[in-house]
């Protein structure tokens, strides 16, 4: 059975640009939940994906978007960086019916 | 708004000794309590779980009291190792809705 996975590991973007985040589900799941965790702060809630429609959305603006694919694999898009957007980016993958969400690594964002 | 409140911010102990987090809630529709574990460099994994019919539970060293009416409930870690010291974060959700709530979490330190 394989985890969930995201990529890149680590990312530095300048701000105002945009960048693309990847995440992909683990085996058997097709809901996908974005979370930003600050440092030293516990993951506030961005957005879920269930078969490639938006299920939820956190108090983030638009800027911050996604996408889910056929195969449930997901992409966080963020456009405008701003400073405050450096975060830990985690990517949880769950089956439908459960509430059990399985997370990936993250991806480490800095904004300079 | 932070709906779950979660103390202390860090915790000290012995090796052997028990490891007490607590948290407590104010949206009375989450029906779900999930207690994450955070190693550095990785994402949260699903500790132990809860609902709040059960007043209770116990998996391993690691147990779950649930007090609903004070909307309350907290991490006891007995034995606690070297291996345990981790960030800790409690969580809720609400039942069909995979948001997940976390706390602003707990970083343990077992010594030897």
């Known amino acids: 059975e394989t985890g969930v996975t995201q990529s890149p590991t680590h990312l530095i973007k300048t701000r105002g640009q945009q960048v693309t985040l990847r995440c992909s589900s683990q085996?058997?799941?097709?809901?996908v939940s974005w979370y930003q965790q600050a440092l030293g702060q516990g993951p506030q809630f961005i957005f879920q994906?269930?078969?490639?429609?938006?299920?939820g959305r956190g108090n983030f603006p638009p800027r911050f978007s996604g996408l889910q694919f056929p195969n449930y694999s997901s992409e966080l898009n963020v456009n405008a960086l701003e400073l405050d957007d450096s975060a830990l980016y985690l990517c949880?993958?769950?089956?439908?019916?459960?509430?059990?969400?399985?997370f990936g690594p993250g991806t480490r964002l800095t904004v300079t | 708004q932070q709906q779950v409140k979660q103390s202390p911010q860090s915790l000290i102990v012995q090796k052997g000794g028990i490891s007490i987090i607590n948290c407590a809630y104010e949206?009375?529709?989450?029906?779900?309590f999930p207690w994450y574990q955070q190693f550095p460099g990785k994402g949260p994994a699903l500790l132990i779980a809860?609902?709040?019919?059960?007043s209770e539970k116990k998996e391993g060293r690691f147990t779950i009291s649930f007090n609903k009416s004070a909307k309350q409930f907290s991490l006891h870690i007995m034995d606690s190792q070297p291996g345990d010291s981790a960030t800790y974060f409690c969580a809720a959700s609400q039942g069909g809705y995979q948001k997940v709530t976390f706390g602003t979490g707990t970083k343990l330190q077992v010594i030897p």
């Open positions: 949880a993958s769950s089956g439908r019916t459960g509430e059990k969400q399985y």
């Open positions: 994906y269930y078969r490639e429609e938006e299920n």
């Open positions: 949206n009375t529709a989450f029906d779900y």
């Open positions: 809860i609902r709040p019919d059960v």
């Open positions: 085996s058997g799941h097709n809901t």
